[in-house]
């Protein structure tokens, strides 16, 4: 089993940068793909990016790609989504997610975090 906890959520100002991070427990961290999901206010959960077990390969929603990016440290059952130039839209609730296979969808991950708020003002 996977226990997961985000952090480095906050307040930031529009055009500005978080990293958000993922610690992961357990020594099977590196067999599994990793997500970042969203949910922000009166909306359904969205995914925002993906990455294979061993960081070979990510993947990006349409509406995050070339300014969010996702990455991985296995050494540290860590996994990490940079965000940059961030825009009002981008508040939410950021929950980490993993799954035995990278995935777009919530049912086809197993293991989740609390979530981290991020919080954009104009």
């Known amino acids: 089993q996977v226990q997961l906890v985000e952090s480095g959520g906050g307040l930031v100002q529009a055009g500005g940068a978080l990293r958000l991070s993922c610690a992961a427990s357990?020594?099977?961290?590196?067999?599994?793909?990793m997500g970042w999901f969203r949910q922000a206010p009166g909306k359904e959960r969205e995914w925002v990016a993906a990455?294979?077990?061993?960081?070979?390969?990510?993947y990006y929603a349409d509406t995050v790609k070339g300014r969010f990016t996702i990455s991985r440290d296995n050494a540290k059952n860590t996994v990490y989504l940079q965000m940059n130039s961030l825009k009002p839209e981008h508040t939410a609730v950021y929950y980490c997610a993993g799954a035995l296979r990278e995935g777009f969808k919530e049912y086809e991950y197993d293991y989740w975090g609390q979530g981290t708020q991020v919080t954009v003002s104009s």
């Open positions: 357990g020594r099977t961290f590196g067999s599994y793909a």
């Open positions: 990455i294979s077990w061993n960081g070979g390969s990510t």
